[in-house]
């Protein structure tokens, strides 16, 4: 029986409750969300991005008519700029018709054509052959015997960097074009930022996101975009470029090597093991999230490095640096067109500010207390330029144990207004934990659940989220934001499953979780009306003295038990699914080993020690512990 109290007043639910968390892992941003068709378009793959790179990965040499020459990639003063500073070298030999240069192999199978549709190419360029060079732009497939569209032809004049534009209208349809540049004559001619977007990109935007997956996510009409990560925030270097110390790889996400013209934008090493080129950096998500009518969340970095790094650098001057360029973000993004930063934004092409409510300063540090001291400054500096923006704290690491007390200790001491928790785990303990929040302070900081999904792509999982989703709406006082993360996987590039939706270079498709969170994401009440369940399942009942574990099992009355110790503590779970044991400890309770085929759990105290010495050959242990009946 379920009794609803339809007069009762429950928590209220903000609107924007329900969001998605953007990062840059499985390829999210290049070869995914970024609608750029080239793949390493300024050929800053470098070994020390990934070991299998060369500058010329994606690219293949190709010659028609018995044209020759050379390709090399080099970085030396005739860069494009000081950020762009590889560049594609061609030395030509060609004889009359013939003709030589490269060709692009795109993501997954190749460059993804649709018949009818416009493609923008562009490419930087200077020549020294004194009657410049003839560029033909074709996109073809790999065997170079069908074309999917009338070539481009351009005529690159002048050993300066210029850039020449050119446009295709596809004639065929395909997921497996290459995208060729040759060039005829004598000479050195030398290319970078070879680029080719589809004209329909979301919302026709230049520079623009690819069209299905930016649809699908918009059609979750989230409340929020977070962005950029996760790991790939606060991991490598914390320095920036610089020109006087060299060009270092693998520096934290930071937001001033992500705008203005991408041809002038840094590209970086990226956590997840690939080059990110940056071309979606923080304009297009400001945009993005306008874009879909969301509140845009920024994540910065606390100078605290995370994801396994776990280091925690030292150099107030730099801090303050960090410091700076968040004020200087939140100018980007509030401030007027007549400022230093609103400036730099509406050359981007937004006069109007995009707005910011809300800030996060780090990503699950898990040195807490060195985390907690650079947060605080971070967050006393912008209150003062900007009281009213929310400046989100995490919760450490998903470990649920040292770590995460402390960390949850520091913020309740420091009066931390929201805290992000992080947590990937099995679906049982998802419908174990649905009541997680019910204990959770009223008065203290609002908890935002930043990454969450359960561990597998399945229905039962996708259910199993949604069935947790009702006891954060519940407790819709103290969390007041909740996404599923990661939010994309290329198919062919994944770093991490499960994900919400799925793509490959031309096709996506969401999980079923895409569909739950869709349903409570476009569903979002506007207050939680009190209810009580009453029924003959699930009571608990207290197990006192000898317990035989067998007994459970084998006498039918335990088919699905949850163990929790006198005190509440959950020990294990065992679902006696597959006819195999499941033993499934509570994360963060107690250490447990495997030992003869089963499990030990060494806990606080003797009485908790339990051994299964093998399936079908249980001891009986002595536990001072009460099950809880979950089904059957
Ligand atoms: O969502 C994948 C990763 O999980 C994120 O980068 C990180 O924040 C978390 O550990």
């Excluded at 000479?187 to 699908?216: I, Q």
């Excluded at 996760?230 to 693998?250: E, F, K, L, P």
């Excluded at 679902?575 to 107690?590: H, L, M, N, V, Y």
């Amino acid at each position: 029986t379920i009794d609803v109290d339809s007069g009762g007043t429950g928590p209220a639910i903000d609107p924007d409750m329900y969001g998605v968390f953007f990062e840059d892992i499985n390829r999210a941003a290049d070869g995914g969300l970024y609608a750029e068709l080239v793949q390493n378009r300024s050929f800053e793959y470098l070994p020390v991005d990934n070991g299998s790179y060369t500058g010329l990965t994606a690219w293949s040499a190709v010659s028609s008519a018995g044209g020759s020459g050379t390709a090399a990639t080099v970085d030396d003063d005739a860069r494009l700029n000081e950020r762009n500073r590889t560049y594609l070298k061609l030395t030509l030999s060609n004889t009359g018709a013939g003709a030589y240069g490269v060709q692009n192999a795109g993501y997954n199978t190749g460059v993804a054509l649709e018949k009818g549709k416009r493609y923008d190419f562009s490419v930087w360029a200077r020549t020294d052959a004194a009657g410049g060079t003839p560029l033909t732009v074709s996109l073809r497939d790999q065997a170079g015997t069908t074309t999917y569209a009338t070539a481009v032809r351009v005529s690159v004049r002048g050993d300066t960097w210029r850039r020449y534009t050119g446009t295709f209208v596809a004639t065929g349809t395909t997921d497996a074009a290459r995208l060729t540049v040759q060039a005829g004559g004598a000479g050195t001619l030398r290319l970078d930022m070879v680029s080719l977007f589809p004209r329909d990109t979301f919302k026709g935007r230049p520079n623009g996101l690819r069209k299905d997956l930016a649809e699908k996510i918009a059609a979750l009409r989230p409340g929020f975009v977070r962005f950029p990560g996760g790991c790939i925030v606060n991991t490598g270097s914390m320095y920036g470029y610089d020109a006087a110390s060299g060009y270092q790889r693998a520096r934290a996400y930071q937001w001033k090597d992500t705008v203005g013209p991408v041809e002038e934008r840094a590209t970086n090493a990226n956590f997840w093991g690939y080059n990110q080129s940056y071309g979606l950096g923080y304009y297009e998500y400001f945009q993005f999230a306008e874009d879909v009518g969301a509140k845009a969340v920024p994540v910065v970095p606390a100078l605290v490095t995370g994801c396994g790094q776990n280091r925690a650098v030292d150099d107030e001057a730099l801090l303050q640096r960090h410091i700076q360029d968040t004020l200087d973000l939140i100018e980007f993004a509030t401030g007027p067109a007549t400022s230093t930063w609103g400036a730099k934004r509406a050359a981007m092409g937004h006069p109007e500010p995009f707005g910011l409510d809300r800030l996060e300063v780090g990503n699950e540090e898990n040195l807490p207390d060195a985390f907690m001291a650079r947060f605080v400054k971070f967050r006393d500096a912008i209150k003062a330029e900007y009281p009213d923006i929310t400046i989100i704290s995490n919760s450490g690491p998903d470990d649920m144990g040292a770590t995460f007390d402390r960390a949850w200790e520091l913020n309740r001491a420091n009066g931390v207004e929201m805290v992000d928790e992080h947590y990937y785990n099995s679906p049982d303990w998802f419908l174990q934990n649905n009541r997680r929040y019910d204990s959770y302070d009223r008065s203290g900081a609002k908890v935002w659940l930043g990454e969450f999904a359960s561990q597998e792509n399945k229905l039962y999982n996708a259910l199993a989220e949604g069935a947790y989703l009702t006891g954060l709406e519940r407790n819709a006082d103290v969390v007041t934001m909740a996404s599923y993360a990661p939010l994309l996987a290329n198919i062919d590039y994944v770093q991490w499953r499960p994900d919400m939706i799925w793509f490959d270079n031309d096709q996506s498709w969401g999980s079923a979780s895409y569909e739950v969170q869709k349903l409570f994401m476009t569903n979002v009440g506007d207050r939680v009306v009190p209810s009580t369940f009453s029924g003959a399942t699930r009571t608990p009942e207290p197990v006192t003295g000898a317990v035989g574990l067998s007994t459970w099992r084998t006498a039918a009355r335990y088919d699905d038990v949850l163990v929790t110790s006198a005190d509440g503590t959950q020990l294990f779970h065992d679902d006696f699914s597959a006819g195999a044991d499941r033993w499934t400890p509570i994360a963060g309770r107690g250490a447990w080993s495997v030992v003869d085929g089963g499990y030990v759990q060494s806990d606080t105290a003797a009485e908790n020690t339990m051994v299964e010495a093998g399936d079908e050959n249980w001891r009986d242990y002595d536990l001072d512990v009460k099950a809880t009946k979950l089904s059957g």
